[in-house]
């Protein structure tokens, strides 16, 4: 919800979810290097310099935790005690039928084809 | 029918916003899909340039002042199968200051519009006409440049829609009061968006959440447009990611269409970019772009916030 920047949790500051990979922990890193970095056109106008230093120093905190397994683990437990964790909805409803869904996993048999494949041997 | 209303708009000129609208149209035309191509750039429209035609009549000042009885007569043919353009008028004194009756009028007029795609090419700029033609979009697409000026201006288009949408609610819900505090903390004491909103959740949770839910259905879309190279494209995710943590918006970002020279020589040509350049960078960044758009899941079920315009 509303969050002021002190907030903002190591994994919202890297934009990754909190079941991330190291390779997408390494790869939000450098994307939030490349915006809070000196002279970033991404803040121009809308960041005052104080503030970009004071994010960059909490990115390089953020990474410096993620990408260590126990601090990782001990850092999760802490988050845990006081924001639990939702995994991300897929994308998709039931209702939208008409879409493709690339990543959607194949339909499941029916009840009848399933039983059917259990007594025909080549159905 | 599933229709849907898309606005290119953006903060600086010269960004490319006509060039994407132009193209984008021309590419779902040519998917077979029925387009209507809008120009809404009241100050300075030239889309029928972009698409290789004169200017002429019926255009959009026609309609506004009575001459075409509805938009739809004023959307002419185009050379090309399946796409339609309502041209920019060329009465741009009397256009550009568009009373608000009429600016009503075009907006329902675009909803009742009998096509699925309508693109509608906004002009550069904050001014209320521009941010209601893109708050009444879904979805609304911002295009920037990689340039410090692109970027702020990108910043302050963006600011404004804010602003506009809060102040929409703000009258619906008749709590105008808060409007006056709203410019005093963000405009004069350039409080941030967060420091407005954690003051009014403190004093009127109930009225905080309401403008809050309103902000968070805004969801414009980011183009990158001119890019030149592999940091050009990441800039626009960094934008939008910015956009996301300080003014507490949704925003996507579609992508980078890159840089090309042949755009140029297709403008002095006088003929449109998409069909001759089918498998260019850019050409196919756009065609990236629009499938996303036109068959994301996400933007299926996003619904624009209903935004009621006061009477005049």
């Known amino acids: 919800m509303l969050k002021r920047i002190e907030d903002w949790n190591y994994y919202e500051l890297l934009s990754v979810e909190r079941t991330a990979s190291q390779d997408e922990i390494w790869e939000g890193y450098q994307a939030a290097l490349a915006t809070y970095k000196d002279g970033s056109l991404a803040l121009y106008g809308l960041v005052p310099e104080a503030e970009r230093e004071l994010v960059l120093e909490r990115v390089q905190e953020a990474f410096r935790t993620l990408r260590d397994p126990a601090r990782r683990r001990e850092y999760d437990l802490a988050l845990l005690r006081h924001a639990p964790y939702f995994p991300p909805k897929a994308a998709f409803r039931k209702s939208v039928g008409k879409v493709e869904i690339d990543d959607a996993p194949p339909p499941k048999p029916g009840f009848w084809a399933r039983i059917r494949r259990l007594f025909v041997k080549n159905p | 029918m599933d229709k849907r209303i898309w606005a290119i708009g953006g903060g600086k000129g010269g960004t490319g916003k006509s060039f994407i609208a132009a193209n984008l149209g021309l590419h779902l035309a040519s998917l077979d899909r029925q387009v209507v191509l809008l120009d809404a750039d009241l100050g300075a429209p030239n889309l029928h340039t972009l698409l290789g035609m004169k200017a002429g009549h019926p255009d959009l000042g026609d309609f506004l002042t009575g001459v075409a009885p509805s938009l739809e007569e004023a959307a002419v043919a185009t050379p090309y199968k399946n796409l339609r353009l309502v041209r920019g008028s060329e009465n741009i004194l009397f256009i550009a200051n568009l009373p608000h009756f009429r600016k009503l009028r075009l907006l329902r007029q675009i909803r009742q519009l009998e096509t699925p795609n309508v693109i509608l090419d906004l002009g550069t700029g904050s001014s209320y006409n521009t941010l209601d033609f893109f708050l009444s979009a879904n979805p609304g697409v911002v295009v ?31 709590i105008r009061d808060l409007h006056q505090r709203m410019l005093d903390q963000i405009e004069k004491n350039s409080q941030s968006l967060y420091g407005f909103f954690k003051s009014l959740m403190e004093t009127d949770r109930s009225y905080g959440t309401i403008l809050y839910r309103a902000l968070r259905g805004f969801r414009p879309c980011l183009v990158m447009n001119k890019t030149r190279d592999e940091r050009d494209v990441l800039l626009g995710r960094s934008v939008a990611d910015v956009a996301r943590k300080y003014l507490l918006i949704d925003m996507k970002y579609l992508g980078a269409v890159p840089y090309a020279d042949d755009v140029q020589a297709s403008l002095r040509g006088l003929r449109p970019y998409y ?38």
Do not use: G, W
């Open chain 2, 144 to 174: 920037a440049t990689p340039e410090p000026t692109a970027i702020e201006n990108t910043y302050l288009f963006l600011k404004s829609c804010i602003m506009r949408v809060l102040k929409l609610y703000m009258d619906h819900y008749k």
């Open chain 2, 275 to 312: 069909p001759d350049h089918r498998d260019a960078a850019a050409a196919r960044a756009i065609r990236q772009m629009s499938e996303e758009m036109a068959y994301s899941i996400e933007f299926t079920l996003r619904t624009p916030p209903e935004i009621r315009l006061p009477e005049a």
